[in-house]
């Protein structure tokens, strides 16, 4: 039997926060490029409370969209087109006060209304007013981003990053019918320009794995340049590295490799369950192993 190493809520909690943190260094640093300011993952939320930020944003998508519009008529029938224009109070906007609701209230119904944004994705006033819901308020504001991007707006690194994978894949099914069904392509590295220093996606992902001790590893392979098999199945996933964070591609969102790991490798799944008999910890593996199969953020 493996013996597990328990974890208490805390350190859990740390673990399952750290690809929220990441967004958000990863969103900061995206508004500060577009806006000049100064915001940071600590303060990302006090920040934008006062819904100015969010709402000029707002204004810049509906600019940035009729431009795309008059440019590609024929492109633009595809995509959703904001055209009505966000109302706000951009000075002496205090946090908290009713001004500042305001202002995060028409944003979110410019997101509903203009961009169709699904529910799922979506904050509620008090989620940022109140910081009671980072979660939804981020996985908004990178759907947000998305969006512009499709109009020619600057992009945060992870949309950058989910576009380099959505041509990789496109490539490859391309070169699949090129072949035909019956050959099967070699593999395809997409290489991303790298910055200077920038670490090695490969020694990360090792180091990761190398936190799990048993004799038995969780399997990963690695399959082409950020490309890796996981677990016993045929499912690939797409790594990439973000600032000091080894990030997955997951669904339409993203996650940490820790976190993923922690969700799909069944010793670790199995960190949270006490280990009382064989039978029951061997039950905690695989009952934690059928509900981690899919996951998306």
Request: proline content about 4%; hydrophobic content about 40%.
């Amino acid at each position: 039997m493996r013996m597990f190493l328990m974890h208490n809520d805390s350190e859990w909690d740390s673990m399952s926060e750290e690809y929220l943190y990441a967004m958000k260094e990863d969103l900061a640093e995206w508004l500060n490029t577009l806006y000049d300011l100064d915001i940071t993952a600590d303060t990302f939320m006090e920040s934008l409370e006062t819904g100015c930020a969010l709402c000029r944003h707002a204004k810049n998508v509906n600019r940035a969209a009729h431009d795309f519009k008059t440019k590609y008529p024929d492109a633009a029938l595809s995509l959703r087109i904001p055209s009505k224009d966000v109302v706000f109070q951009s000075r002496n906007v205090i946090p908290g006060s009713f001004l500042a609701r305001d202002n995060v209230s028409n944003f979110i119904g410019w997101c509903r209304l203009e961009l169709w944004i699904k529910d799922v994705l979506m904050f509620e006033t008090n989620d940022l007013v109140e910081r009671c819901n980072e979660k939804n308020f981020v996985l908004c504001l990178l759907e947000v981003a998305r969006r512009g991007a499709k109009f020619g707006m600057l992009a945060p690194m992870l949309i950058q990053l989910e576009e380099e994978i959505e041509e990789e894949i496109r490539d490859q099914e391309n070169l699949s019918e090129a072949l035909g069904e019956s050959q099967s392509p070699p593999s395809r590295t997409y290489s991303r320009k790298e910055s200077i220093g920038e670490p090695d996606p490969e020694l990360l992902v090792r180091e990761i794995l190398g936190h799990c001790s048993c004799p038995s590893q969780f399997p990963m392979t690695k399959v082409s340049e950020g490309k890796y098999k996981v677990g016993d199945s045929s499912a690939l996933i797409f790594i990439r590295v973000l600032r000091t964070h080894v990030m997955v591609r997951v669904g339409g969102g993203w996650d940490t490799l820790e976190h993923y790991l922690d969700k799909h490798d069944p010793c670790r799944c199995a960190i949270r369950t006490t280990p009382l008999e064989s039978s029951q910890v061997s039950e905690g593996v695989f009952g934690c192993l059928a509900v981690c199969v899919c996951v998306r953020v």
